[in-house]
């Protein structure tokens, strides 16, 4: 048969009877492949391809590993010297920081245990205003050396403003301070 006639038959099988197909399918000579030699044709081009790129891949592998371990460790020594820059601030630096944001010239802590009052009982002057002057971060001068040894019976509550302790003070016959700067000046 002709390969033309073989064409027709192959395009158009209603128009030809089953002995006449039977017959062009015996005539063909097609070539069966063998199904183990394509296997194995198959398996050794895979193993090619795999043995070109493993290295490149265990490279870049290791590269994105070390990059990511190396992100991770910064941003945790960050956060861990954050927080501890955080504990190390005393209340009082913490409360300058924000009132110097906001422009107040007062500087208080902002914990609330050390927020009660204070009760001296029969205290020296010396006593009382040197504790005051720390917690407000003023130093204390003296006019005369027997104001230091004024005893008094005083509350101090540390939500109060140093003016308006001052005041406090003032109210007393023999105590006159005044307020300069960061300097409290007993007269």
Request: no cysteine; glycine share 2%; aromatic share 8%.
């Amino acid at each position: 048969m002709k390969k033309e006639e073989q064409i027709r038959m192959l395009l158009h099988p209603e128009d030809y009877t089953d002995e006449q197909l039977d017959q062009m399918l015996d005539e063909t000579d097609i070539k069966v492949p063998d199904a183990n030699e394509a296997w194995e044709k198959f398996r050794s081009e895979k193993r090619e391809v795999k043995s070109e790129r493993p290295m490149l891949l265990k490279i870049a592998a290791m590269f994105i590993g070390v990059l990511m371990l190396s992100g991770i460790a910064y941003a945790a020594i960050h956060i861990v010297s954050q927080r501890v820059g955080e504990d190390l601030q005393s209340p009082t630096q913490k409360a300058r920081i924000t009132n110097s944001r906001q422009q107040i010239t007062e500087e208080q802590p902002t914990d609330s245990t050390a927020m009660k009052p204070v009760v001296f009982e029969d205290a020296e002057l010396n006593t009382i205003l040197r504790e005051i002057a720390t917690f407000y971060q003023y130093e204390v001068v003296y006019k005369s050396e027997a104001s230091k040894h004024i005893r008094l019976y005083f509350t101090w509550d540390k939500k109060a403003t140093i003016d308006g302790i001052i005041d406090t003070f003032n109210r007393f016959e023999r105590i006159h301070i005044t307020r300069d700067n960061k300097e409290l000046i007993v007269e």
